[in-house]
Each structure stands twice: as C-alpha cells, then as structure tokens.
C-alpha cells in the first residue's frame, strides 16, 4: 500500500507563509511517475483542487482561489512534492491533501494515492 505523508501546516497569521511538504514511505514510489497535486478540504466548502503539476511535460494549474500566492514543486532528488503559500488569507484555513494521480486536472478526485491531511489555519 501506498503511504504519503503531508506535513508543514499549522497556525499563521494573514499575510503569512507556509510550505506544505509531502513524502512517501512507500519503497520503490516515485511522484516522477505519476501527476501530482494538492487539494483542500474545509466544513462548508468541500474539496476544492488547489494545485496540480503533470508528469509528462511538467504543466502546472493552479485554482483561481490561490494562483499567484501558491506555487508548486517537485524534487525529484528527494522524491518530495511541495506547495509554497504566501499571502495566506483566512479563506485558506483548511486540511490540505497531496496526491498523486494518472489523471489530470484540478477538478478531478480520481486520485490514485493521497495521504493523511495538514491542517493549515490562518487567523485574520
């Protein structure tokens, strides 16, 4: 089975920054071989795709919501994935997911492997 791990959240204020990183304990796992991507969860707004990158040529979409205050990366060294937030707005308060997937597109919830949420509150 497929472990990914999101962490890097926590309590900031508006204005602020986080950067969300996720692993993977799985041997043999690479996020090279798959699209990745993050999405959100928050009460009253359900899950909302907030950024994803595809493996083929590296294409990154981001949700009207955060673009330009989001940015998305990948190491493929490190075998990481990441999600730069700047700018954080109290509307960002939610549990942030990352997955991979051999799907595309941010409005998609096909997702082959996701991980346990961090939550990431941002107080006004």
């Known amino acids: 089975e497929v472990q990914l791990q999101a962490s890097g959240g926590g309590l900031v204020q508006a204005g602020g920054s986080l950067r969300l990183s996720c692993a993977t304990s799985t041997s043999g796992f690479n996020f090279a071989d798959y699209n990745i991507g993050w999405f959100r969860q928050s009460p009253g707004k359900g899950r909302e795709g907030v950024s994803c990158?595809?493996?083929?040529?590296?294409?990154?979409s981001y949700a009207d919501s955060v673009k330009g205050r989001f940015t998305i990366s990948h190491n493929n060294d490190k075998n990481m994935v990441y999600l730069q937030m700047n700018n954080l707005k109290p509307e960002d308060t939610a549990l942030y997911y990352c997955y991979a997937s051999t799907g595309w597109g941010l409005s998609r919830t096909d997702y082959n492997y996701w991980g346990q949420g961090t939550l990431v509150t941002v107080s006004s």
């Open positions: 990158m595809r493996s083929r040529d590296g294409r990154i």
